[in-house]
Structure formats: structure tokens, C-alpha cells
């Protein structure tokens, strides 16, 4: 399995962050996770995105 990691544009509201990794076996691409530095859990589905940006979390 190969995880590649991707510094996204968008930043936390404090400034931190974010990352997406997406998970791949062979050519196929099976999921993927974001991360939210200082953010507890930490970890968040890359479809709650959205949900995030609207709640004020992640600023563009």
C-alpha cells in the first residue's frame, strides 16, 4: 500500500495545517483521511471538508 500526503491550501482557523492522504494499492485508490494539526481528533474524513469550511474550522 503507498500513502501519499498533500499539503492543502486551505489552513485551520488558527493558522495550522491541513493535510490529505490518500491511501493506494497498485493503481487503484482505496480511501483517504485528512489531518488538522492541534485539532482533536486530529483526523477527519475528506467528505466532512465541506461541513468544516462551513462551520469555520478550515478557512480558504
Do not use: C, V
Not at 16 to 28: C, L, R, S, T, V
Not at 30 to 57: A, M, Q, V, Y
Amino acid at each position: 500500500m503507498y500513502i501519499t500526503t498533500y499539503l492543502l491550501k486551505e489552513k485551520q482557523k488558527t493558522g495550522k495545517k491541513i493535510h490529505a492522504f490518500i491511501y493506494q494499492i497498485n493503481e487503484d485508490i482505496i480511501g483517504g483521511s485528512g489531518h488538522l494539526e492541534t485539532w482533536e481528533p486530529g483526523d477527519f474524513s475528506l467528505k466532512d471538508k465541506k461541513r468544516l469550511i462551513n462551520e469555520g474550522t478550515i478557512i480558504k
